[in-house]
């Protein structure tokens, strides 16, 4: 029989407002335990939650980002449950109005096409303190650094049915966010959490099956490869005909596979009720519109744009649009160097290589978006050729000065000159006259190769500097005179 | 001590000999501190005194009066319920759970009233987390009424209303989520004041029922709650449900008269529930009212004994979550030697709280548990909204509505221990206005057999004013208000 995985996913995204959701204490990330927490949020007694209004307007504005309908009066609820790091004995919480309604939300896939996922809701909330299990032997300690950092979380409909779908959605929502501005969306930080809603049917079928929820997935890799674990614990169980029991589920790293949580501390009624302590947050037309006028262009919007300006594919499109700085350092770059498509290449080719090796973000590239203007610009009009551009794009990422200092100071111009070049050429044919011969001799498929040995033999007396269009011109015309 | 008898003096006698200069604060203070040494293991009043804290702010207040600084209530002494945070003074809630906890930050009403110029002797008694009617379920033992010391002062501010009438402090804070001003300042033959919810912040009030908790003044006379009043309300930012509505001067309020004012007598309050002698004491003073000028209209609130049902899965709703962070983790009691989470959790809260707060978690508890939320607490608000409309309704054809603040004269101490229901019928009259979130004014209404019983007077929300000249009318016609309990007669 064959099965298809059926999946719904549950984001946490913390949002980076700069105090916490119902305190002034500050909402950072990495502070000494215990410094960041206020009576309010360590669950005083007497104390009582205040709204952060900027918290509110980043959940709006993810709703008008996903097209979703606003909730224009959504309120708060409380979601019992007793755990150390939930110093109140209850997490504030949206349960029953949620400030983001249904909404459809358009992911690209790497072949550039859309697949709409169904946003079920997304609502506000505050974030529980750690429980920190590694420091003191034997004993658990509690952070509550965390509790009440202002949450968004994210609810989609059973839509997705492979690893990559899910995987593409969560960088989607990763992108969206940023140019949002709304979070940091740093899955090793914790500020973008994934929950998988996960189950099997037989391939046709269209109810479903028992499901199970793996927590906390921290990375997009992971998320990958706990689907496919999960998938094959599943599918194993049912083709020995044990049905699936529904609970929450760790995916561990290390091994690879998913264990099951104590039932424990899943078999919960978190006995929601409306939170007293806060009014309803009632939302007017004007406000939401205020809130549209000021978002800035979306990932999907810039995309269309890019394709449409710059002649772009909808691959490289899709890649420079994945982060506002990714973008914007595109366009800075045009702007000085009109020739998108070579721009494009050089940041979805070397300069990510590079960034990715290093491990930096493209806000901290080395190779400022006028240097790598300059680079292509010298490429462009031919002074470098492209193999002389690696050395130069070397030389700018080490901090050498712009492309034309290099150029001068390492004397990289390309040959151009004619003369130059046909003694060169001559040089070349001279020293090699049994493969002279073998070229006027073979046929023109074999002709080709040997072409490619006469150019490497050039290029590597030139030191890489003799023009390659100029030179097969010159080559081809002194192999086929004789 | 000069003219001045303490077991009857009012905040605004006070006020005045301090602006004559006849009397300093420290002297007043100091007189105060003796009275609670003397009455006070009588009464079981006063659970913290800051004799040292009180003596310093009276000194300060008769500096800055000196220097003519001096705010509204300076170097006016005051207790304050042991539900408000104090910074510094251990605030307890009569519980064990806290015994021995002292916040780092005060309550927003106790720093208007310090802004205002108080001097706080202490902390009073009250029922556990304000959990009862009788003062009974204190940590501390109970509160006795100052007028029969075998009796209950009522609760859950039963020490602040039994510290009032015994003359220990001239005026303290309450708060009311059911009736908890009201019906011991019945009970205790003082005037009591439960403002519109959302009047006075509950920042720093250590919350039961969050919907329906109220601060208020509990005082001798309505003149003094105008005072107090005056002092404590006001928005607060650190309170989403404070109302942003202006502050009037109450106590100018309580100039004019109350001819033509409507008051409804809603028929339910005067039903079989009620002590007939407490029915004829009411009658008498709603005919003083009607001397005044009043007109009294016949009303029907129908819902009035559905109030108690609805209040009693709302508030302990409430109060379940509320009271989920007393874990033993971060603060107060924690039991020794946890052998696993649960185990902690589970003994330091059966340790930490007394039998009725547990009783009230676990019905809570039940009331929001899956399968029975819509049946319970569901319910329960659609029949709150409905309660409110009874009053709007009410309000229709009448200014204010009058009756008995508590269907009895204060009750045995022990008389109603085994029986939960017969004690939570004694807010038969006071919890449906804080379900409506009214405000709600209890006066002194006569003494049966040498007990005191109070008038109730509800307005519509945010229209104290009315209440309150109302009650201070009926103050300057009658003295049920000046009358004091043989115990704090006593000269010091």
Redesign the interface.
Known sequence: MSWETVMGLEVHLQLATASKIFSGAANKFGADPNSQAC?VD??????????NEQAVRYAVMFGLGIDARIGKRSIFD?K?Y?Y?DL????QVSQFFEPIVCEGVFQVPLSDGSLFPIRITRAHLEEDAGKSVHDRFPGQTG?DLNRAGTPLLEIVTEPDFRTAEQAVAYLKALHSLVTYLGISDGNMAEGSMRCDINLSLRPTGSDSYGTRTEIKNVNSFRFVEKAIAAETARQQELLEDGVSIVQETRLYDADRDETRSMRSKEVAN?Y???PE????PIVLTDDYIDSVRQALPELPAAKRERFIAQYQLSDYDAALLVSSPDMAAYFEKAVTLCDEPKAIANWMLGDLSAALNKEGIPVSQSPVEPQNLAGLVARITDGTLSSKLGKQVFEALWQGEGSADQIIEARGLRQVSDTGALEKLVADVMSENQDQVAQYRAADSSKQKKLIGFFVGQIMKASKGQANPQLINKILTEALDSD | MNSLDLSSATAAQLISALRAGTISSLELTQAYLQRIEKFNPAVNAVVTIDHEGALASAAAADQARAKGAEGPLTGVPLLHKDIF?TAGIR?T?ASKM?AN?E???S?TVVEKLNAAGVVTLGKTNMDEFAMGSSNETSYFGPSFNPWDLKRVPGGSSGGSAAAVAAGLAPLSTGTDTGGSIRQPASLCGITGFKPTYGRIS??????F???LDQAGPMTRTVEDAALMLSAMCGLD?????SADVPVPNFHTALNGDIKGLRIGLPKEYFSDMLNADVATSIHAALKELEAEGAILVDVDLPHTRQGIATYYVIAP??A??N???Y?G???GHRCDNPTD?MDL?ARSRSEGFGDEVQRRILVG?YA???GF?DAY?KKAQQVRRIISEDFKKAFEVCDLIAGPSAPNVAFPVGAKNDDPIAMYMEDVYTLSVNLAGLPGLSVPAGLINDLPIGLQLIGRPFDEETVLRAGHRLQLRTDHHLKTPQIGADQS
């Open positions: 009576a360590l669950g005083m007694p007497g104390m009582l939650p205040v709204l409380r019992n007793f150390p110093p109140k004995g209850y509690v009624d006995r929601y009720f007293p302590d806060l009014l | 945070c605030t809630c806290l906890f916040p780092p930050y309550a509950r920042f720093g009030i250590i919350a029922a969050s919907s930012a650190n309170d989403s449900t709703a409430e379940s979550a009271l989920a962070r874990d983790v971060r603060f989470l959790y508890t929001l548990s899956a939320y607490f």
